[in-house]
């Protein structure tokens, strides 16, 4: 089946440094990739998608690039800020009977200090 | 514009109890609805979801169980809750036909 796999955590940075969270997958389809972020006590916001290979997804300074040949969506920043302080998920969507299934990565959970 | 709403946000229940958690949506039609849970420190597990009134998905066998009455209300229950329950639960929607999703606040479920 599909699964979803991302680095441990958490990561601790110092602000303006550059971030790299792993992301690789498995999927017997052609499934649709998103970032997800979870800040302290809410619920998750959509942060990027990529929807086919070499597709680039971008939000907020945070970028992903949808890599078929290595299966991986890894999420990057070039400079990370103290209120980029979070829980990054990283996600797969693939469509099932009738509508969308989307499995979840474990979570990587960002520390930014300043 | 679309919104989504789940309550209680918090709630505290003994072991035994029953549980029902409410989600509606609003500013959308037949949408695809989901039930997550996150355990403390854990990724996001898919407990059900819904294509249409009336039609639940489960994924994995527990104690909880879904219901779909309307369109855009989806409800989370159980007859007697277990400490295992313990977690945040997320509702979310779907009508892209990318399957991005869009979350609820999240309800807070303590057993003791």
């Known amino acids: 089946g599909n699964s979803v796999t991302q680095m441990e955590g958490p990561v601790t940075l110092s602000e303006e440094a550059f971030l790299t969270i792993n992301c690789t997958y498995t999927a017997t389809g052609y499934p649709s990739l998103f970032w997800y972020v979870q800040y302290p006590g809410e619920g998750l916001q959509l942060l990027l998608k990529?929807?086919?290979?070499?597709d680039k997804g971008s939000n907020k300074g945070f970028e992903a690039t949808y890599r078929k040949e290595t299966t991986s969506f890894h999420l990057e920043k070039g400079s990370v800020q103290v209120s980029d302080s979070a829980v990054y998920f990283c996600?797969?969507?693939?469509?099932?009977?009738?509508?969308?299934?989307?499995?979840f990565g474990a979570g990587t959970r960002l520390f930014v200090k300043a | 514009s679309q919104t989504i709403h789940q309550w209680p946000a918090t709630l505290v229940q003994p072991v035994g109890s029953p549980l029902s958690l409410e989600c509606t949506v609003e500013g959308t039609s037949n949408p695809n609805l989901y039930w997550y849970r996150q355990a403390a420190g854990r990724g996001l597990q898919l407990l059900f979801y819904s294509v249409g009134i009336g039609q639940i998905s489960s994924e994995v066998p527990q104690n909880l169980s879904a219901s779909r009455p309307q369109d855009r209300q989806f409800i989370l229950s159980s007859k007697k809750l277990l400490l295992s329950d313990s977690g945040f639960y997320l509702c979310a929607w779907s009508v892209t036909p990318t399957g991005e999703l869009f979350f609820g606040e999240g309800s807070r479920l303590t057993v003791l």
């Open positions: 996600a797969l969507s693939d469509r099932n009977t009738g509508g969308f299934k989307t499995i």
């Open positions: 990529a929807t086919k290979a070499d």
